[in-house]
């Protein structure tokens, strides 16, 4: 801010506390004329006592007034005056994160030391990744953790890029991008239906149309390197399981000739820039333990 802009708005500060005080004194009158007086105005037979103000009410004024003041010489409010104070919104939010580290900074460290597997079991842990995944995950992977379209389901035994905690805790804090390149340049339309064929064959599903024969053929060659031989999967490159009945894209024969033409980019954003170690210490053991906990143990929390 220009100096011409910080002088401008402490003129008008100035003026207006200045302007507002002439108000309350000019207007002040102390003695009453009479308790049956009145000030003449008279609004449809309403008429108007000409009183005093009440001196509470008075004084309640000149004390704001003087907090005004007080206010505006320990606080930064006078154009880029400072304050005495030297209070600034960045050094509260400081000294807030401060005291929250001084009092969860603590409980942090101590599930930091502990093993995700045991970290996974303890229920205020729990409840910590809990809200730390209510805050930073369920917009994508839903509230109960069980995903939507794109977004995998991460309560389930189906994992895209790995099981294991170490895993997880690679996901969460580099991210992870699912790419699969369109095919149907390649392969064709009659490729597509027919490969479409085989990936549901994979799954023991009917295909409606396309030759399976073909369809391996052509998986062999293109889709195997990802894949797997037979249609596992690989976390290497985050290819899913084509065999089992957890779809990321929909399981209709439609979907999945939808996944080879135009292939697919999936993004999971990397968090470890924005949480700390410790955080993501707490969110790799809840979400490990939505489907590693026997369920019983996970119900009753
Ligand atoms: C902007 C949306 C988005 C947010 C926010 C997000 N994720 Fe993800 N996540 C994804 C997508 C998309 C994938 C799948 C990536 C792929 O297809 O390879 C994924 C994958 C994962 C996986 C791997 C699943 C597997 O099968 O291997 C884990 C674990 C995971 N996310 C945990 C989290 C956690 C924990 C958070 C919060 C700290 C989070 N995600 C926040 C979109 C998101
Ligand atoms: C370069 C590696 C790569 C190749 C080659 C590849 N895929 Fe994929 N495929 C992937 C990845 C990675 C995903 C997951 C994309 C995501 O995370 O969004 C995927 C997803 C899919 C899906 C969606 C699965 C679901 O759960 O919805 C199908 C179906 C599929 N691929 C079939 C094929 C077929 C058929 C071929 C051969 C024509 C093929 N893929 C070739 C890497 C590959």
Redesign the pocket.
Known sequence: MSNFWSAWIIVLTVLTLAGNAWVLLANRKTVSRGPDTTTGHNYDGIEEYDNPLPAWWFWSFVLLFLFSIGYLIAYPGLGSFKGLLGWTQVNQLEKELAAAQERYGPIFDRYAAMPIEEVAQDPQARQMGQRLFANNCSQCHGVDARGSF?F?NLTDNDW?WGSSPEQIRQTITHG??????G?ES??GNK??VD??A??LSLSGREAPAGDINA?EQ??K???????GPEGK??IA??????TDD??????SPA??QQ??RY????VMPAFGENLEPAKIHLLVAYVWGLSNLDAKETASR
């Not at 992870?176 to 390149?181: F, I, N, S, Y």
């Not at 957890?246 to 399981?251: A, E, K, N, R, T």
């Not at 292939?263 to 999936?266: A, E, I």
């Open positions: 794109g995998p895209l992870r991008q699912g790419v699969m390149p095919w390649v392969l490729g597509v490969v479409t085989y990936v369809g052509a998986y060659t293109v889709c195997a390197t990802c894949h999967g690989d490159f985050g290819a899913p399981n084509l957890i779809w990321l894209y929909g399981s979907w999945i996944t080879v292939g697919r980019n999936n």
